[in-house]
C-alpha cells in the first residue's frame, strides 16, 4: 500500500473534521456547500460555490496516463494530493508528511510532545500527611437509621402476620404417579436398547441354614479345596445351625452386595443367547445307513495260524486268496472262503510287507523283508501260467542278490514293474521283472519317505514323506504333477481312489484326509477319527464306494465315500461302522487292512496273530 | 500404506467410530471419573463389548450413543453445579462465614430422578423386572446400624427402613408372596408380580372378565363392539433380606458407588411403592402414628394401613378430594390408636378386605391367602419378629408378638400357634402348639399346613430345603422333598371326600349340585388314578434301574479277576458300544466349533452328574455311620 493511497483515502474521509477544525495555519476553504456529499455534484458541471456565492468549476481531470508519465516525471509527485472538496491539487510538505507517518504509527503528531512527562503537583504544603479535614464523625453514624428501622419494622410485621414466611418446613417433592398410564408410551426407552442385567444366581438347598445332610462336606472334603486352584475352590461351604437363632450374622453381606454394584455398571453387558440346544440336533444328519449297504459289519471267519503280529495282507485279484506276512518269518497263503492256508514259506526274518501281482495272470507275491525284496511263485493258476512265471523267476534271481545291501521298506506291483524305496539312502527303485534291471528314480524327496502308491490307470506315481504326498509323472521325465500339503504331522499311509483323481492319507495323529486331486492340492474333508493312536492303514475298494482305516487301538472304520463323475459335485463321505474284535499285543493294534476285490468284504491284520474278514 | 491408514477428511467408521474407551468419554463429558461413575449409574450406562477392540483389550468401551446420550442430560449440568456449590460452600467454612454456609446450605440445587426412572423404565413391568437388586440393597442398607461419622446418614437409612417396609406391606396386603427360603445369606422372598396392560383402549362396556393368571402370558380379549387387548405380564421378584442382627461393616467397599446405587434405588422403589398403592387405591406416602413407629412395629402398623385404607377407599373413593384428606388423615389416626386395645377389629378387618377382593384373584393368590386362614400366631420374644410378621400376614394369618403395640397377649385363647425358638419352653398352653420359626416358612413353601411334630421346641428341625431349585431338573430329590410330596398327595387326597359329608340327599338342589360335583371328583379321580398309574410305573422302572445298578456294582470288582462274567451281560456292553460307536460316527464329520460345542455340553453334564454322585455317596455314608451309630 502506498502512502499516497492512504493519505488520499484519509484526506477523503475527514473533511467534515478538517473544515469544523479552526486552526489558524489553515486557509478558510474557498468551497461553501457545506456539509453535502460530494456525490451529489457528480453529473454537475461545478463542484460547489465561492464564498461569494459563484459556482466553482471542475477542472480538467488529467487521465491516468497522464498522471502517470507527470508523475515519473515529476520528482514531487507523490506528495501530490487532490483535494477533491476544493478540487485542487495540493502538496503536502516535509512536516506534514512526517506528522501523518506519526499519526500512522499511533504516537503524537508533534515529536516535541512528550507523553510520559513526570508528574508535578502543583499544590504543595507542609502538612499534606495530614487528612484536610479533622472534624469528629457525626452522631448519626453511630446511630440506626430511622428510615432502615422503618423498613425493618415492615418486615417484621410481616413476618408476624405471615406474609414473609422463614424456615419454610422443606416440603417433600411430591411423587408423581409416573406409570400412571401405560397405554400413552410407547414402550420403548431412548437411547440404545436396553440390556437387563442378570439376575442374581437364586440359592439352592445348600445354602440353607439347616440344609441336609448330604450336603454337608465333611472335613477331609473342606482340606482337600485348598489343594484345588483358586477360581475352582467352592466359595462357600455348606454349614448346618440347629436353629434358627444360632445363625449369624453374614459377613460377606455388604461385600457381596458392593460386588454385585460393580458388576452392574462395570462389566460389559452383551446380549447372549443362552445356548439350550440339543446335543443331538448338532449331529450332522447321515444318510440312512441302510441305503448305503452292503458294508462290512460283523467279523465271519479269523485265518489263525500265525504265531506273531500279522504286519501284511495282500488279496489275489481274483479275490480267492490271500496273503499274509508276519513277524515270526513266516508268508502265508489262505483260500478265503475256508480259511484254509493253503502255503506257508518259513523265510525266517520279520515279513514288513506282501503284495500280490495286480495281474491275474501270474500270480506271484513280493515279499519285503529286512534288507531283501523277494519273489515268491505261488504255484496256483493253470501249468501256461506257472511256465510263464517259472522263465519270468529264473532270470529273476540274479537280480534280487544284488539288492541285498538295501533296506526295502514297502512296494508295489504295477503290470511287472516293482517299486521300492530304500529308507536309508532315499532313493527309489524300480525294477522290471522282464528286463531283470532295477533303476534308481531321480527324485528329490523333501524328508523320509514313508509309503508310495501308482496311479491305477495313468502312469502317476505317488511316494508320501512325513509332511506332504508328492505325484510324479513317470513318463515326461519324471516330472512333479502335484505337491499334496496334508497339514498332518505325521504321515503314516496312503490309498489311491479306483478312479486315480481321490487320495485318502492316514496319519500318526489319528486324522484321515480326503484329498480330491482335481479340487485343490490341501485336503476336501478332514476326518478326525476316535482313533486316539496311529492310524496303520487306509483302503479304498476296488469297485464299491467304500474305504476303510485302521489303526492300533484295535480299529477298523469304514466310510461310504462316494465320487460322482459328475465335476461339480464333491465326494459324499459318510462314516458307516466302527469294526472291533481285534486284541491289541504289545501296545499294537490292527495293523494292516484290504478290501476283497470284488466283495464288499474287510481283512484286518492284527498284532494277535489273527486276520478277520468283515462281511456284510 | 498403514493398515489403519485413515484419509484426512474421512470420517471414522465401523468400531473405531461406534466406541470409545472409558479414558476418552470423561475427556468428552468433561467431568472427573467419579463423577463419571455417578452418571453411568443414574443413567444405567454400561459398558459394551466391541467385536473389534480398536484401543487394545485391556481397556472399557462405552457406546458412543450412550455417551451422548449422558452428554445430553440436564443431569450433568445439575452435578457441575453441585460441584460449584460445594466449592463455595468450603469456601465459606474456610473463612468462618456461619451465615453463608447456611444460606449456601440450604441453596444447594437438587435434582430429582422421576425423568431418569421413567427413561430407564418406560414401562412399569420394565421397572419390576429391575427391581431385584434394588430391593436387596435397601432392605441390606435397612438393616444397617445407624452409626454416626459415617457416609450412611441415619436418614437415609430410615429411609430405606420406610420404604422396605411399604414394600413389604403391599405384598401383605395383596398377598403376593410365593416363596421363601432361610439361607445363611439371609432370608430370600420371592414375590410374583402381575401388571395388567391394557392397549388401545376402546371401551364401551366393560364386562367382567375373570383372567387366570399364569406367568408370562399374553390374552386377548375380542369382545363385541370392544377391543381391548390386555397383556398381563408376570414378573418374579427375588431379594433377600439380611437376618436381623448387626450388620458387619467392611472397610473394602467404595461407599461411594453403593450410595449412588442406593440413591437411584430409593427414588425407583417410591415411585413403584406409589404406582402400587395408586393400584389399591391407598393414599402413597402413608401417614403414621408415631407412637408405633416409635416402638418398631412398623411393619404391622402399615400394613393394617394399608389392609384398611384399601377397604375403605372403595366408598371413599368418590370424593377423595383435599378437603377430605385431612380428616381422613385424624379419622385414621384415632382408628390407630383405638385399635391395639381391642383384638377383635383387626380380624373384621382383614375378612373385610377379604369379601371385598376376593372376585379378582387368581387362584394361587387365593390359595396362598387362605394357607393360614383361621389361625392365630404368637411369636416369642427371640424369633425374628419383622420376617414372620411379613410371611404370616401375607399368608392369610394373625401375629401378635411380645412387646409393646401388640394386637393381642400371649394369654389370648384363641392363639393357635407360637412360635418359639429356645431349647425349653416353661409354661406351655395346652390350646395352642409350639413351633420353630422354620414351620412357618416350610408350610409356606409346601403351601401345606405341615405337621408339627418335626419342628417342637428343642427339636432339630428337619431339613430347611430351597424353593428355588427344580428337584426333578437337577436329579437329585431331598428325603425331605419326598416327604412333603407325599404329605401334599395325602392332603390332597383328604380334601376331596369331604364334600360327601355334608350333602343332603332330599334337598334336590344339593343333588343337582352333589351330580355336578360327582362329575367333577370322578374327573380329578380319573386324573388321580392315571397319576397313580404313572407313578407306579415310574417306581417300577426306577426298581429295575437300581437292580440293574446293584448288578452293575457287583460285577464291576470282578471284571479284572473273572473273565466270563462278561458273558452275562454281554449284550448290554455290546448295546452300550454301538451306541458308543454310532456317537463317534456322527462326531466325525461335525465342524470342529460344532464339536467343541458338544463336548462342552457333555463336560457340564458329566459335572453336573459328578455332583449328584457325590451328594448319593454322601447320603450313603451317613446312613451307614448312622446306622451303624443305632447299632
Known amino acids: ?616 | 500404506m498403514p493398515k489403519h491408514y485413515r484419509p484426512a477428511g474421512k470420517k471414522k467408521e465401523g468400531n473405531a467410530a461406534k466406541y470409545i474407551t472409558r479414558s476418552q468419554a470423561v475427556k468428552q463429558l468433561q467431568v472427573s471419573l467419579p463423577i463419571f461413575r455417578k452418571l453411568c449409574i443414574l443413567k444405567g450406562v454400561f459398558p459394551r463389548e466391541p467385536k473389534k477392540k480398536v484401543k487394545g483389550n485391556h481397556q472399557t468401551y462405552y457406546h458412543t450413543k450412550d455417551i451422548a446420550f449422558v452428554q445430553h442430560d440436564p443431569i450433568l449440568e445439575k452435578i457441575r453445579q453441585q460441584r460449584t456449590h460445594e466449592k463455595k460452600v468450603k469456601k465459606a467454612v474456610s473463612k468462618k462465614n456461619k451465615d453463608r454456609v447456611q444460606r449456601l446450605k440450604a441453596r444447594k440445587p437438587k435434582y430429582i430422578l422421576d425423568r431418569l426412572i421413567l427413561e430407564r423404565y418406560p414401562r412399569f413391568v420394565d421397572a419390576l423386572g429391575d427391581l431385584d437388586d434394588c430391593l436387596t440393597m435397601v432392605h441390606l442398607f435397612a438393616a444397617l446400624p445407624t452409626l454416626q461419622n459415617e457416609k450412611v446418614t441415619v436418614k437415609r437409612i430410615q429411609n430405606c427402613r420406610r420404604l422396605s417396609h411399604e414394600w413389604q406391606a403391599y405384598i401383605v396386603r395383596t398377598h403376593k408372596l410365593r416363596k421363601n427360603f432361610i439361607s445363611v445369606k439371609g432370608i430370600y422372598y420371592q414375590v410374583l408380580c402381575f401388571v395388567l396392560h391394557i392397549s388401545n383402549v376402546k371401551v364401551f362396556s366393560i364386562f367382567h372378565v375373570h383372567l387366570r393368571l399364569c406367568p408370562e402370558c399374553i390374552w386377548t380379549l375380542s369382545f363385541s363392539e370392544t377391543r381391548v387387548q390386555a397383556e398381563v405380564e408376570g414378573q418374579k421378584i427375588t431379594w433377600v433380606t439380611p437376618h436381623a442382627l448387626q450388620q458387619v461393616l467392611t472397610d473394602d467397599v467404595d461407599f461411594n458407588v453403593m450410595l449412588t446405587f442406593l440413591e437411584f434405588y430409593e427414588a425407583l422403589l417410591a415411585h413403584v411403592n406409589n404406582n402400587l398403592y395408586h393400584s389399591i387405591n391407598v393414599k402413597y406416602p402413608p401417614i403414621l402414628d408415631p407412637r408405633l413407629e416409635a416402638l418398631a412395629a412398623d411393619l404391622y402398623l402399615l400394613s393394617r394401613f394399608v389392609s384398611h385404607k384399601s377397604g375403605a377407599s372403595n366408598m371413599l373413593l368418590q370424593d377423595q378430594t383435599g378437603q377430605l384428606d385431612e380428616s381422613q388423615l385424624t379419622l385414621a389416626q384415632l382408628q390407630h390408636q383405638l385399635i391395639p386395645s381391642e383384638p377383635g377389629t383387626l380380624m373384621q378387618l382383614v375378612e373385610e378386605t377379604e369379601v371385598n377382593n376376593d372376585d379378582d384373584d387368581d387362584d394361587e393368590t387365593k390359595e396362598c391367602k387362605s394357607l393360614f386362614r383361621n389361625m392365630k400366631f404368637f411369636l416369642s420374644r427371640e424369633v425374628p419378629r419383622e420376617a414372620l410378621l411379613f410371611v404370616i400376614s401375607a399368608f392369610g394369618g394373625m401375629v401378635s408378638w411380645e412387646g409393646d403395640g401388640a394386637p393381642f397377649d400371649e394369654t389370648d385363647q384363641s392363639i393357635t400357634h407360637q412360635v418359639v425358638d429356645r431349647p425349653s419352653q416353661g409354661h406351655m398352653f395346652l390350646s395352642r402348639e409350639y413351633i420353630q420359626p422354620q414351620w412357618v416358612f416350610d408350610c409356606v413353601n409346601a403351601r401345606l399346613i405341615l405337621p408339627t411334630e418335626d419342628y417342637l421346641v428343642g427339636k432339630i428341625p428337619p431339613p430347611h430345603l430351597s424353593p428355588f431349585v427344580d428337584n426333578e431338573a437337577v436329579g437329585y430329590i431331598p428325603d425331605y422333598a419326598e416327604k412333603i410330596k407325599q404329605l401334599k398327595a395325602a392332603a390332597r387326597r383328604q380334601v376331596i371326600p369331604v364334600p360327601d359329608v355334608g350333602t343332603d340327599v332330599n334337598d334336590t338342589q344339593n343333588v343337582l349340585l352333589e351330580g355336578v360335583a360327582s362329575r367333577v371328583e370322578a374327573k380329578e379321580a380319573a386324573e388321580r388314578k392315571q397319576e397313580m398309574l404313572l407313578l407306579e410305573k415310574q417306581y417300577h422302572d426306577e426298581l429295575k434301574m437300581e437292580l440293574q445298578r446293584i448288578g452293575n456294582a457287583s460285577s464291576a470288582p470282578q471284571l479284572g479277576s473273572v473273565g466270563h462274567v462278561e458273558a452275562t451281560d454281554d449284550g448290554q456292553s455290546k448295546r452300550d458300544q454301538t451306541a458308543r460307536d454310532s456317537d463317534e460316527l456322527d462326531k466325525l464329520l461335525m465342524s470342529r466349533s460344532k464339536r467343541g460345542l458338544l463336548n462342552a455340553i457333555e463336560i457340564r453334564s458329566k459335572q453336573k452328574n459328578d455332583e449328584i454322585e457325590v451328594l448319593k455317596a454322601r447320603k450313603r455314608r451317613n446312613l451307614e455311620s448312622g446306622g451303624s451309630g443305632k447299632d
Open chain 1, 1 to 616: 500500500m502506498s502512502p499516497e493511497k492512504i493519505i488520499s483515502d484519509d484526506d477523503d474521509d475527514n473533511h467534515s473534521v478538517e473544515e469544523s477544525d479552526s486552526s489558524e495555519d489553515e486557509v478558510a476553504p474557498r468551497n461553501t456547500i457545506g456539509d453535502v456529499p460530494l456525490e451529489f455534484y457528480k453529473d454537475e458541471e461545478h463542484i460547489g460555490y465561492e464564498i461569494t456565492g459563484k459556482k466553482i468549476k471542475k477542472k480538467e481531470r488529467e487521465d491516468q496516463l497522464a498522471r502517470y508519465l507527470a508523475s515519473a516525471d515529476d520528482k514531487k509527485a507523490w506528495r501530490k494530493i487532490i483535494d477533491e472538496y476544493n478540487d485542487e491539487e495540493v502538496e503536502l510538505t516535509k512536516d506534514e508528511i512526517k506528522m501523518i507517518r506519526r499519526i500512522l504509527k499511533g504516537k503524537t503528531p508533534h515529536a516535541e510532545v512528550d507523553p510520559y512527562a513526570p508528574y508535578v503537583d502543583w499544590f504543595d504544603w507542609e502538612d499534606k500527611i495530614h487528612p484536610l479535614s479533622n472534624a469528629p464523625d457525626p452522631k448519626r453514624r453511630f446511630i440506626p437509621s430511622k428510615w432502615e428501622g422503618k423498613k425493618i419494622l415492615k418486615l417484621v410485621r410481616a413476618i408476624r402476620e405471615g406474609r414473609i414466611q422463614l424456615d419454610k418446613p422443606k416440603e417433600e417433592p411430591k411423587l408423581s404417579l409416573l406409570w400412571g398410564d401405560d397405554s400413552g408410551s410407547s414402550g420403548k426407552s431412548r437411547g440404545l436398547a436396553y440390556i437387563p442385567p442378570p439376575k442374581p444366581k437364586l440359592p439352592g438347598h445348600e445354602e440353607s441354614y439347616n440344609p441336609s445332610l448330604e450336603y454337608i462336606p465333611t472335613q477331609e472334603e473342606i482340606n482337600s479345596y485348598q489343594l484345588m486352584y483358586e477360581e475352582d475352590r467352592p466359595k462357600f461351604i455348606p454349614r448346618r445351625y440347629t436353629s434358627l437363632r444360632s445363625v449369624p450374622a453374614y459377613v460377606n453381606a455388604l461385600k457381596e452386595c458392593f460386588n454385585r454394584n460393580l458388576d452392574l455398571y462395570l462389566c460389559p453387558r452383551v446380549r447372549k443367547k443362552r445356548i439350550n440346544v440339543d446335543p443331538e440336533s448338532l449331529k450332522p444328519k447321515r444318510p440312512n445307513l441302510k441305503d448305503l449297504k452292503p458294508y462290512p459289519v460283523a467279523c465271519y471267519i479269523e485265518y489263525k495260524g500265525h504265531n506273531d503280529a500279522v504286519t501284511s495282507i495282500s488279496t489275489e485279484s481274483s479275490g480267492q486268496w490271500i496273503a499274509s506276512g508276519s513277524t515270526d518269518g513266516t508268508v502265508r497263503v489262505w483260500e478265503v472262503a475256508t480259511s484254509r492256508c493253503i502255503r506257508v514259506w518259513d523265510i525266517g526274518v520279520a515279513i514288513r510287507q506282501v503284495a500280490w501281482n495286480p495281474l491275474p495272470q501270474l500270480p506271484i507275491l513280493a515279499v519285503s523283508v529286512a534288507h531283501n525284496v523277494l519273489i515268491l511263485d505261488t504255484g496256483l493258476g493253470s501249468e501256461e501260467e506257472q511256465q510263464r512265471i517259472k522263465e519270468l523267476l529264473l532270470l529273476e534271481k540274479a537280480t534280487l542278490a544284488d539288492q541285498s545291501a538295501c533296506s526295502g521298506c514297502c512296494f508295489l506291483f504295477f503290470c511287472i514293474f516293482l517299486t521300492f524305496f530304500l529308507r536309508e539312502s532315499r532313493a527309489i527303485l524300480v525294477h522290471q521283472l522282464s528286463k531283470k534291471f532295477s533303476q534308481s528314480l531321480p527324485f528329490k524327496l523333501h524328508g523320509l519317505p514313508v509309503c508310495s502308491a501308482f496311479h491305477p490307470s495313468r502312469s502317476f506315481f505317488f511316494i508320501a514323506t512325513k509332511k506332504e504326498v508328492r505325484v510324479y509323472n513317470l513318463q515326461k521325465k519324471q516330472a512333479l504333477v502335484k505337491k499334496l500339503e496334508t497339514g498332518l504331522r505325521e504321515i503314516s499311509c496312503i490309498a489311491i481312489h479306483p478312479g486315480g483323481d481321490n487320495v485318502i492319507v492316514g496319519s500318526k495323529e489319528g486324522k484321515l484326509c480326503w484329498f480330491d486331486m482335481d479340487l485343490r492340492s490341501t485336503p476336501y474333508k478332514s476326518l478326525k477319527c476316535h482313533h486316539p493312536k496311529d492310524i496303520t492303514s487306509v483302503a479304498f475298494h476296488r469297485s464299491y464306494p467304500l474305504f476303510a482305516s485302521c489303526s492300533e487301538d484295535n480299529t477298523a472304520y469304514v466310510f461310504h465315500g462316494m465320487v460322482y463323475s459328475d465335476l461339480n459335485q464333491d465326494p459324499l463321505i459318510v462314516p458307516l461302522q466302527v469294526l472291533r474284535g481285534h486284541s491289541s499285543l504289545k501296545a499294537k493294534g490292527v495293523l494292516d487292512c484290504k478290501f476283497h476285490p470284488r466283495q464288499p468284504w474287510l481283512f484286518t491284520a492284527g498284532a494277535d496273530s489273527i486276520i478277520k474278514l468283515y462281511c456284510h
